[in-house]
Each structure stands twice: as structure tokens, then as C-alpha cells.
């Protein structure tokens, strides 16, 4: 009975016209394109202020950060001065990608005996234990420093301005801003500073946020110091000690992101790049690796062998997933080897094209010798390109407001492990595992697409989809993004919060799938089901080379916007 109710709601989508151009049934609309600049937010106000910055002189990475600093404010379900930020940016003048990892650590006062004394086997979700130091604004001022053209204060004056004079609440955004505030209006400062009168701003609404005004307007004045060093460093530390938790003025003023070298892949002659761990872009080009090896010039978009050999590919890099990726000082992973055709094509050979894998044990060391959120992205006239990703982990993240400030701090903390001995065991002063994870495609040397699609662990298996849509599909831009998705769950997971996977996971499908799709899986062995909305959010940029015209694509599940000049 559950299996004819799941393919029931399988075939019951809505039925589509075909586009009048492309004849695809789920295109939305055209490609954004123009000669100068492009922004992909999503949000329309911040990819607004993204183009307004660069219209005045500023780089990509003055767009990217002032659009973030809005996303704050009018996004805070999904990122904000309290979170991390990852980066790629391509440089023009050094014909070069820089990567920065601007992720926070732990609390250095808190320890794994803390947690085995309070009787914990997992972080809490919510609340003082998962906030570990946010990376966000001092991830704006390294960009800044290296590749800033605009002051930083003209960079956030449209944020400050947004937040004194309020902007109307987006739809999407206001339902889930509506499904936070149950969950966090217990923490102290949460209702104080995120909701109007106990609820959520309804759609529409006129939402200001005078606190983080002032935060902004201190960042602004005094530099990233402001933030790790002075008065909003010190009200978060007497918060935090007020209200049982650890992270101190010293955690915040000891903080520091960096500067890492993007790795990447060879997919079909395109160069596909990401961040190494502790996040988790890797699995992406591990996952393009395995798939490199069938000839989808063969297989349609939307087959059945096309979903069953993504799925399988996927389970196979999310178990190395689990077994390797942490915070290199701590437990470094043989990424090179990870990432590595060889390695590939032995894994390559677990994949049956009949049935589906039960179970996946992740390489051994021996095999390998032979982690809610925004994504944005922003091109300049002179070709800088910028892909950035920012949260606050958990929707509108740990739930802890600390007073007068306007932020809530991020949970990242919840995706350590509480087990000795586990690449991703709590220690003090330590990064945990990251999900967001910014991407970028070269081709020939020359800056090809600059992506991102957030969503926890759909990210790689996001990343994957829209490599493939557009080098083996032939989609453009916008059709990439529009294209029904794939979700593979109930894998091991590198916080260790569910047992390994041993019945084949669960194969979610978005509606648009073919019925002959669901029956070739199920009669493979999967287990497919329909599921609404965990599919993430899409933002890309296209450079064409020969004239350096843009291309822009936004999310059509979202509120964003990809607009140009």
C-alpha cells in the first residue's frame, strides 16, 4: 500500500506546456544576459544592490559582500553576520581561482567530557551548545582586502539603510521565518528582535531590524575588529556566559579564516572546482568521476539508468563522505587520492546497472594509495566572478540572539560527533564538518560558470546535477536549474546521528519525472518517493568567453532574481 501511494503521488503532478522555444516541459524562463555585470541572488533587493555597487565602481566582491550583508536582514531564515561563508573567486588579472574557507571553530572552554557528563550522545540542535565562532565578517574583509575596490563602508550602506528603513518580507522567506518561530522563541532574545508582537512578519510586511543597523554601522566604522574585538564581541560573550553557554570574547578575537587552494576534476573537458574539506564539496567531484565512466550521450535526462547510476555514484562518494571529511588540522584527508580517476574507476565496479547498493563501505586506506543557507554569485565588467555561500546552518540557525544586536548565531557545532575517535569527534578550538560549499567550472583556463546550490547534503548531489545538465544534457543556464532534481537520503553521515545505511537509502524525486522513470527504478530495487521541497536553491553566472558577455540564471523555486546592466 505505502508503494502504490508513493507512485501515485509520483504521477500526480501538474501537467506543464512545453516552452515555446527549448520544447522542455519544466523551463520556467529565459537566461538573463548582458554586457557588463550580473548578479544572482535570492533575493531581488540584494542582487538590486549588487548591481548598484558595481554601476558604482565596485568589484564583484564588493557586490558579493554587500548583497550578503542584505541577505542578513532580509534572509535571516538562511544566513547572516552570525554564520560562516565560503568562497571561490576568479581574478582576472592573475587568470587565477582563489578559494577561502571562512568557517568558525569551537569554543575553546568546552570539551568532549562536558557533553559525556551531561549524559549527551549527540549536540543539541538549538540553543548555547552547537554555536561555534561565526566566520562571516571576517570572510568579508579578507575578500575585501584582497580584491575590494569600493570602501566597505559604501559596500554596506544599503544593508544599514534597508534595516532602519525596513523592506517588505518575501513570500518564501515568510514561511519559513513562520515555521522558525515556533522552535525559537524560547531562546533568549529571539522574539525580542525576530518576530512583531510573538509571530512571524507575514508576506509583505514591512520588516526593519534597527539592531542590526547599528551592528552593521560598528562593523562599518571600526573594520572586522568591531565585530571579534569590541563591544559586539564583549555582548556576546556576557550572553553567553548569562545563559549557559561557552563561546567567549577570546574564541571571537582568536578567530581567523583562510586562504585554500580550490581543487578539482577534469568532467568531459570542463574543469569543475570546489573547496577542500572540512566541507563537503569533494563528494561532487567524486560523484563526477564515477559518472564520467557511462556514456549519457546514450542515457536521456530523466531515464531511469540515468537516476539509478547518479544515485549509486553518490552513495559511494557520501560513504567516503562520512569516513574522511573533517577539519584538515585536525584529521587530514587523502583528498588528492579521493579525488583521483583511478580511484574512481575501482569504485566504478560496486556499481551494478540492475540493482542498486544496499550497503557502502567507504575506501580503505589501502584502496586509496593505489554539510539552510544562501548561495549568491556576482560578475564584474572587468570579469572578476565571485561564488559565495554564507549560513547560518539550521534555518535561522542556534536561535540565540544575543541582546541589542540583531543576529542570531549559527548551530554549526551539531554536526560534531560525541564519539571518541570519529574524524569529526568535538574538540575545543576545532572546525566541525561544513555542508555549503561554493563551485566554479573553467574550461581551457577561461572562468566558465560560477555556481552554487544550497541545501544541506543536497548540495554535492546539486552540484553533480547541474555539471551534468549542462555538459551532458545540453541545458542552458536557466534550463540547468529548472530541470526536475534528484535527492538520495538516509546515507551514513559524517556527524554520525543515524546508523550506516543498509537498505539502499531512499530516492526522492522532485514532480516532473516520466511514470516509466518511477517503475524502471522500483523495479530495480529502489525505494522512491515524492518529496516537496528539499531539492535547493540554484544561482549561476555564464561568462562566454569569445565576447565576455554574461549569462544568469536564478532559482525558480525561490524569491531571487539573476539580473544584469
Excluded at 63 to 80: K, V, W, Y
Excluded at 186 to 212: C, D, H, I, M
Aim: proline share 7%; aromatic share 10%.
Amino acid at each position: 500500500m505505502r508503494y502504490l501511494l508513493t507512485l501515485l503521488l509520483l504521477c500526480a503532478a501538474p501537467a506543464y506546456a512545453a516552452d515555446r522555444i527549448t520544447g522542455r516541459d519544466f523551463a520556467t524562463r529565459s537566461e538573463v544576459i548582458a554586457p557588463h555585470a550580473m548578479a544572482a541572488t535570492s533575493h531581488p533587493l540584494a542582487t538590486q544592490i549588487a548591481l548598484d555597487v558595481m554601476k558604482q565602481g565596485g568589484s564583484a566582491v564588493d557586490a558579493a559582500i554587500a548583497a550578503n550583508a542584505a541577505l542578513g536582514l532580509m534572509e535571516p531564515t538562511g544566513n547572516g553576520v552570525g554564520g560562516d561563508l565560503f568562497a571561490i573567486v576568479w581574478d582576472p588579472k592573475t587568470k587565477k581561482l582563489y578559494g577561502y574557507n571562512g568557517s568558525g571553530r569551537s569554543p575553546k572552554s568546552l570539551t568532549l567530557d562536558y557533553f559525556q557528563k551531561q549524559g549527551l550522545t549527540d549536540i543539541p540542535p538549538l540553543g548555547p551548545l552547537p554555536v561555534s565562532v561565526p566566520g562571516a565578517v571576517d570572510g568579508w574583509f579578507a575578500l575585501h582586502d584582497r580584491f575590494g575596490k569600493a570602501p566597505m563602508k559604501d559596500v554596506l550602506a544599503p544593508a544599514i539603510r534597508y534595516a532602519r528603513e525596513g523592506h517588505p518580507v518575501a513570500e518564501t522567506i515568510a514561511y519559513y521565518w513562520g515555521r522558525s518561530v515556533p522552535r525559537l522563541s524560547k531562546y533568549p532574545g529571539f522574539s525580542e528582535q525576530f518576530t512583531v508582537g510573538g509571530r512571524a512578519p507575514r508576506t509583505g510586511e514591512l520588516w526593519k531590524n534597527p539592531n542590526l543597523a547599528d551592528t552593521l554601522q560598528k562593523i562599518s566604522d571600526g573594520g572586522r575588529d568591531a565585530f571579534y574585538k569590541g563591544d559586539i564581541a564583549r555582548t556576546i560573550d556576557a550572553y553567553f556566559k548569562a545563559n549557559g553557554g561557552f563561546l567567549s570574547y577570546e574564541d571571537l578575537a582568536a578567530h581567523h579564516g583562510e586562504w585554500v587552494e580550490p581543487v578539482s576534476t577534469n568532467y568531459r573537458g570542463y574543469d569543475i572546482w570546489e573547496l577542500p574539506p572540512n566541507g563537503q564539496g569533494i563528494a561532487a567531484l567524486q560523484m563526477l568521476n564515477v559518472l564520467e565512466g557511462y556514456d549519457f550521450s546514450k542515457i536521456p535526462f530523466g531515464s531511469a539508468e540515468h537516476v539509478h547510476l547518479f544515485v549509486e555514484a553518490k552513495k559511494l562518494a557520501f560513504a567516503d563522505r562520512a569516513r574522511w571529511y573533517a577539519d584538515p588540522a585536525f584529521q587530514p584527508a587523502p583528498v588528492a587520492k579521493l579525488i583521483s580517476k583511478a580511484y574512481a574507476q575501482q569504485r566504478r565496479k560496486l556499481i551494478s546497472e540492475d540493482k542498486p547498493l544496499r550497503e557502502v563501505q567507504p575506501g580503505t586506506p589501502a584502496e586509496l594509495d593505489q554539510g539552510d543557507t544562501i548561495y549568491l554569485t556576482t560578475a564584474d565588467a572587468d570579469g572578476m566572478m565571485v561564488s559565495l555561500i554564507q549560513s547560518n546552518y539550521r534555518g535561522m540557525g542556534s536561535g540565540m540572539a544575543p541582546p541589542g544586536l540583531g543576529f542570531i548565531l549559527q548551530d554549526r557545532g551539531e554536526m560534531f560527533v560525541l564519539k571518541p575517535g570519529h574524524p569529526n569527534t568535538f574538540e575545543p578550538g576545532k572546525r566541525p564538518f561544513q555542508t555549503i560549499i561554493p563551485a566554479f567550472i573553467t574550461k581551457d583556463g577561461k572562468p566558465f560558470v560560477s555556481f552554487g546550490l544550497m541545501g544541506g547534503a543536497m548540495q554535492p548531489q546539486g552540484h553533480v546535477q547541474m555539471v551534468m545538465n549542462l555538459v551532458d544534457f545540453g541545458m542552458n543556464l536557466q534550463e540547468a536549474g529548472d530541470a526536475p532534481r534528484i535527492q538520495h537520503e538516509n546515507d551514513t553521515e559524517p556527524t554520525g546521528q543515524n546508523t550506516a545505511m543498509s537498505d539502499g537509502g531512499v530516492v526522492q524525486l522532485e514532480s516532473g519525472f516520466p511514470y516509466e522513470t518511477v517503475r524502471g527504478l522500483m523495479d530495480k530495487g529502489h525505494h522512491v518517493e515524492w518529496a516537496l521541497g528539499p531539492y535547493g536553491g540554484y544561482q549561476a553566472i555564464r561568462r562566454d568567453p569569445q565576447t565576455g558577455v554574461y549569462f544568469g540564471a536564478s532559482e525558480s523555486r525561490k524569491d531571487g532574481q539573476a539580473a544584469g546592466y
